[in-house]
């Protein structure tokens, strides 16, 4: 079992900066991939960007050049930078990790506005 504990997000205003982290607990010593997706209203959730142990990683084309995904495995923590925010980021921000199945935070809202 693993569990995901996000804090960070909010309210901002478009051109501004947030950045959110999610704490890993319980069998965190089996996660290897660790990330962020997004859900807006009516909408599918949608990867946002994902990082691995060795520090890969990877982003949805939207938010390239604009968001960055860290990782401090000591702390079993990952982060994402946003910067540059725009309205079409509101959404709901999850973190994600993957072991036997997909695991998820309990989520946390960002709001851009215009």
């Known amino acids: 079992q693993v569990q995901l504990v996000e804090s960070g997000g909010g309210l901002v205003q478009s051109g501004g900066s947030l950045r959110l982290s999610c704490a890993a607990s319980?069998?965190?010593?089996?996660?290897?991939?660790m990330g962020w997706y997004r859900q807006a209203p009516g909408k599918e959730r949608e990867l946002v960007a994902l990082?691995?142990?060795?520090?890969?990683?990877n982003y949805a084309d939207s938010v390239k050049g604009r968001f960055t995904i860290s990782r401090d495995n000591a702390k079993n923590t990952v982060y994402l930078q946003m910067n540059s925010l725009k309205p079409e980021d509101t959404a709901v921000y999850y973190c994600y990790t993957y072991y036997v199945r997909a695991y998820w935070g309990q989520g946390t809202q960002v709001t851009v506005s215009s």
């Open positions: 990082i691995t142990r060795e520090g890969t990683t």
């Open positions: 319980g069998s965190i010593f089996s996660i290897n991939a």
